[in-house]
């Protein structure tokens, strides 16, 4: 991924984070590709969430490694969607909320030490 000032290695298990203004361009590696699964969001809500040290457009990839549990949540999300139930937007922005704060504390027990 590269941004206007810097170039990142993206690696499997990567949460790539994308903010609103800051340009950015990305593809997969040719001989190999990529599967991804994107959830676009924005709102006051989302605004707060910018202001935590670990969602930040400095550090806009994040190392997590295979987590089957988010995969999961991706899915219910897709699904959801794709059946447009009524109710389902508010369902999937919680399910949203939980997946942004399942890779906050993924990141922060990486680093416990205690």
């Not at 999937?92 to 990141?107: E, F, V």
Request: glycine share 10%.
């Amino acid at each position: 991924m590269e941004t206007k000032d810097r170039k990142f290695e993206i690696e499997s298990g990567s949460i790539l984070l994308l903010f609103p203004g800051v340009w950015h361009r990305y593809r997969p590696n040719l001989k190999t590709g990529w599967t991804e699964h994107y959830i676009g969001f924005n709102g006051d809500f989302a605004s707060e969430l910018y202001r935590n040290p670990i969602l930040n457009s400095d550090n806009p990839i994040l190392k997590i490694g295979f987590q089957e549990e988010l995969l999961i949540k991706f899915n219910d999300v897709f699904l959801m969607i794709y059946e447009g139930k009524p109710g389902c937007q508010q369902i999937c922005a919680g399910k949203t909320i939980y997946i942004l704060g399942k890779i906050i504390s993924i990141l922060r027990n990486s680093e416990f030490t205690g």
